[in-house]
C-alpha cells in the first residue's frame, strides 16, 4: 500500500460479560492467524459502521447486539478500524465463520493468549481492559 491508497474502513466491537470479561475470536485468517483479536471486520458497500458491526459480530461471534459509542480508531497496515462498545441483546456465543474460537476473557486470560500486535497496549491506552 502507498501512502495515497485509500485505507480499506473496519470494526470492531469490545463487548463485556456480567463479569467484566472482554469477548474475543481467534482469527481464522490473515492478518493475524492464530491470534487473539476484537471481533469485527469490513464495512461493506451500502453499510455504515453500525450496520457492519452488527453482521460482523453475528457472523463471528454468532451473538446478537447493539452498537453503542465510538471508543477509539486504529490503522493496522491497509486497514482504518473504528472500535465501537458494543451491548450483547442476545444469541449463543460461538466461533462463526471468520474465527477459529470466540472465548469471554478475563485480565489473566487475556495476558496469556497470542494477540494481534499492540491490541493489549491500545485496550489499555483506552481504560477498556477487562476486569481481573
Not at 76 to 86: E, L, T
Request: glycine residues 12%; contains cysteine; aromatic residues 4%.
Amino acid at each position: 500500500m502507498t501512502e495515497g491508497d485509500a485505507a480499506v474502513p473496519c470494526v470492531g466491537g469490545l463487548a463485556y460479560d456480567s463479569n467484566g470479561r472482554l469477548l474475543l475470536v481467534q482469527r481464522a485468517n490473515e492478518p493475524g492467524r492464530g491470534r487473539w483479536a476484537l471481533p469485527g471486520g469490513r464495512v461493506e458497500a451500502g453499510e455504515d459502521d453500525d450496520a457492519a458491526l452488527v453482521r460482523e459480530m453475528t457472523e463471528e461471534t454468532g451473538l446478537v447486539i447493539r452498537t453503542g459509542a465510538l471508543v477509539g480508531r486504529v490503522r493496522r497496515g491497509a486497514y482504518d478500524i473504528a472500535d465501537y462498545h458494543c451491548t450483547v441483546l442476545g444469541g449463543e456465543l460461538r466461533a462463526g465463520d471468520d474465527a477459529l474460537d470466540a472465548r469471554w476473557c478475563d485480565a489473566a486470560e487475556l495476558a496469556a493468549l497470542p494477540l494481534v500486535d499492540r491490541l493489549a497496549e491500545t485496550l489499555a491506552g483506552w481504560d477498556a481492559l477487562p476486569r481481573p
